[in-house]
């Protein structure tokens, strides 16, 4: 499916869509003429923008850079309200444009799972000069000084004479430890909450928190086995990628919308051994933030590829997103349905992103949720 487009001179943005030129109001504050720039901007050696047609000449060709004879290999074409499309000067291909920096910040959150979670202890006194010295340092700043009651090592600090502990085992404070087990297998075997607490004779309080304990354990192993990836010589690895819609349930009574996260998940053919889940969120961000930056910086008035927070579902994302979901209506026949989702799909700027959010549904409560080609993309250059 490939949405209509009308050819532009290949500098900006033509058609309905592009910035009316001198316009204040489309002006960014802080990068006055920032909607005229031709391509979005490589970002940390990342330029995703080119054509994605393996039997084209033009692939792989960075959108910014001429093609072998000097002429333009691309086109800059207009898609929809703010969303300028690439159009391949070879073959004809379309392709919608993505922020190189909004990539390269999911790249960043995926990678960050393989880097070790704690950080090695050292003496907790941030003004004592061992402070960041590590224990495995030794002798020379620390000195062992007994067992806790719960087993782990305690050390004296020899600069400020501090004691400190070091839990050595992770189920630490844990008094139902011998369940983990259980819980681990109810999991996996997909047995809701309140089963699990049933037969585990806990809580429910206590099976989350279980689940926090095995969600950071399953995070450390992987962390452990996948930091060594980069070291093995791979001769080439054939990764097949799928996806997953999780529906999230409501959590206040008085607003039953559900919020529909994606995980991309991707498998080594010979193996089958799954290198990972990514899912489209971002817990660490915090939305409210996020959201007023972007109304100060005029961000949703800029095209889609060059918005800061491109990868972001934002509140403006959410409601046009509602907006357009609301005028493909539904038909309760089958054909009509599949007519009304093509419809929907026609209807999107950017047919290459999947998601979309209808009015029974809702933005997480927190972090926030990434658009999930976002999530797709770097999933190819780990
Ligand atoms: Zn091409
Ligand atoms: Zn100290």
Not at 72 to 97: T, W
Not at 242 to 264: G, L, P
Request: glycine content about 4%.
């Amino acid at each position: 499916m490939r949405k209509k487009s009308s050819a532009g001179d290949g500098n900006e943005p033509e058609g309905p869509s592009a910035p009316a030129k001198g316009s204040a109001n489309d002006l960014h504050p802080e990068h006055p003429r920032r909607h005229k720039r031709r391509t979005p901007d490589e970002f940390e050696g990342i330029q995703v923008n080119y054509c994605k047609n393996p039997h084209c000449t033009n692939f792989g060709v960075p959108i910014n850079k001429k093609s072998a004879y000097g002429t333009n290999a691309y086109k800059i074409v207009a898609s929809g309200k703010g969303m300028p499309q690439g159009y391949c000067n070879a073959c004809s291909e379309h392709f919608p444009l993505k922020s190189n920096q909004g990539i390269h910040e999911e790249l960043s959150r995926m990678m960050k799972a393989l880097k070790p979670a704690a950080t090695p202890p050292s003496c907790p006194n941030t003004s004592c000069q061992n402070h960041g010295v590590e224990v495995s340092q030794g002798k020379d700043f620390y000195s062992s000084f007994g067992i806790t009651n719960s087993g782990s090592q305690r050390y004296k600090c020899k600069a400020c004479k501090k004691t400190f502990s070091v839990s050595s085992r992770p189920q630490t404070r844990q008094r139902l430890s011998h369940k983990n087990k259980t819980i681990f297998t109810l999991i996996v075997n997909k047995a809701p909450i309140r089963r699990m607490a049933e037969i585990a004779d806990m809580d429910v309080k206590t099976v989350y928190a279980k689940i926090d304990f095995i969600h950071r354990q399953c995070m450390a192993f992987a962390q452990n086995r996948e930091s060594q990836l980069s070291k093995t010589g791979f001769k080439r690895l054939y990764i097949s990628v799928d996806h997953q819609d999780y529906v999230i349930n409501w959590i206040r009574r008085e607003d039953k919308r559900n919020t529909v996260v994606t995980a991309v998940a991707s498998a080594e053919n010979t193996t089958q051994y799954i290198f990972a889940m990514h899912l489209n969120f971002d817990s660490l961000v915090d939305a409210m933030s996020v959201e007023v930056d972007a109304i100060q910086r005029c961000d949703q008035s800029l095209p889609t590829p060059y918005r800061r927070y491109a990868r972001l579902w934002t509140q403006a994302d959410y409601e046009n997103s509602v907006k357009i979901a609301k005028t493909a209506k539904s038909k309760k026949s089958l054909t009509g349905a599949i007519e009304s989702a093509y419809l929907a799909a026609e209807q999107r700027d950017d047919i290459e992103s999947p998601d979309e959010i209808t009015s029974a549904e809702k933005l997480p409560e927190l972090g926030m949720q990434v658009h999930s080609e976002y999530t797709l993309y770097p999933t190819s250059c780990i």
